[in-house]
């Protein structure tokens, strides 16, 4: 049996079609972003190589602190060139702590929905 769809019905196959075909880009777009960042944190794993800090001079030129191996190194990162400015003894960097104090976004976020809820909870004056 042969259905004809008249014009509306036409309309919503169409825009059902489209937002199908949206979805599954969605889904492809996302999964293939997710392989991507895992692939290169794989990339990074086990090197000798790590910038620990970078601080901007300009809008092209940057120093950053390396480490390399066991030596930790200053460089300066223009445009075109990168300059070795010095080694650095390790006795002389000083280590920084999270910043947070340790907090990560999930009990970030939980905070901030147990304060909404309580103050949704309490009656307007």
Do not use: H
């Not at 692939?39 to 602190?65: D, F, P």
């Not at 002389?92 to 910043?99: G, N």
């Amino acid at each position: 049996m042969m259905i004809l769809l008249n014009g509306r019905g036409n309309s919503y196959a169409q825009l059902i079609t489209v937002l199908l075909v949206f979805v599954l880009v969605l889904a492809v777009t996302a999964l293939t972003t997710k392989w991507i960042a895992n692939y290169q944190k794989q990339q990074g794993v086990n090197c000798n190589i790590e910038v620990m800090e970078t601080a901007r001079i300009s809008n092209n030129k940057y120093i950053q602190l390396v480490r390399i191996g066991k030596t930790y190194m200053a460089i300066a990162v223009c445009k075109d060139t990168v300059t070795m400015l010095g080694e650095i003894p390790k006795e002389q960097l000083t280590e920084i702590t999270s910043l947070n104090g340790g907090t990560n976004f999930k009990e970030l976020f939980d905070k901030v929905i147990k304060k909404d809820s309580s103050n949704a909870s309490k009656p307007k004056e």
